[in-house]
Nanobody, 124 residues
């Protein structure tokens, strides 16, 4: 069973930074895509970023491009989302997810397992 755990959320002022972590147990990230999603109250879930651990390619939504950076570490079996220049509109619960299908660094397809989420709140 694939089990993902996010951490690193919190309360930060606008312009600040946070680094979210996604760890896995029971499997290795190698060769799969790990995505970061977020959902704000009353809004649909949004795909934020993705990394294809097979080749390191990445994707960013336009809303976070230039501010967020996704990375992974094979040895630690972890993925991070470095978030900088945070804005109040970044406030949401952030989730990491794994996709088994080989679709590269895209938010497409079915995402197979999800973490429980971590709250990010950006105050103005």
């Amino acid at each position: 069973e694939m089990h993902l755990v996010e951490s690193g959320g919190g309360l930060v002022q606008a312009g600040g930074s946070l680094r979210l972590s996604c760890s896995a147990s029971g499997f290795t990230f190698d060769g799969y895509s790990i995505g970061w999603f977020r959902q704000a109250p009353g809004k649909e879930r949004e795909g934020v970023s993705c990394i294809d651990t097979n080749d390191g390619s990445t994707y960013y939504a336009d809303s976070v491009k230039g501010r967020f950076t996704v990375s992974s570490d094979h040895d630690k079996n972890m993925v991070w989302l470095q978030m900088s220049s945070l804005k109040p509109e970044d406030t949401a619960v952030y989730y990491c997810s794994i996709r088994i299908s080989r679709l590269g660094a895209t938010m497409s397809g079915i995402w197979d397992s999800w973490g429980q989420g971590t709250q990010v709140t950006v105050s103005s």
